[in-house]
Nanobody, 115 residues
Framework: QAQLVESGGGLVQPGGSLRLSCAAS????????MNWYRQAPGKERELVAG???????IYADSVKGRFTISRDNAKNTVYLQMNSLKPEDTADYYC?????????WGKGTLVTVSS
């Protein structure tokens, strides 16, 4: 059974950094495209960043140059390094695994950017 578990969220001041982790089990991690989504209160869930099994990455325009997605296939883990955080980055962040139309989600981790 597939399971994705996020960690690393919390409260950080504007301009600060956080690193989110997502540990996966029950899937062939190395061939899944792994994504980070976020959902702020009252807003729709949006794609933040994604990384394919081959290491190609995509980013939302709002986070380009500030966030970096990476993966460690040996640890079945995907990361999201978030720098220069802004209050508008406040949201629940969700890990997603996708392969051939099949998608799995984690339960999310809350990131709050506030002074």
């Amino acid at each position: 059974q597939a399971q994705l578990v996020e960690s690393g969220g919390g409260l950080v001041q504007p301009g600060g950094s956080l690193r989110l982790s997502c540990a996966a089990s029950g899937i062939i991690f190395s061939i899944n495209t792994m994504n980070w989504y976020r959902q702020a209160p009252g807003k729709e869930r949006e794609l933040v960043a994604g990384i394919t099994g081959g290491g190609s990455t995509i980013y939302a325009d709002s986070v380009k140059g500030r966030f970096t997605i990476s993966r460690d296939n040996a640890k079945n883990t995907v990361y999201l390094q978030m720098n220069s955080l802004k209050p508008e980055d406040t949201a629940d962040y969700y890990c997603n695994a996708r392969l051939r139309g099949v998608s799995y989600w984690g339960k999310g981790t809350l990131v709050t950017v506030s002074s």
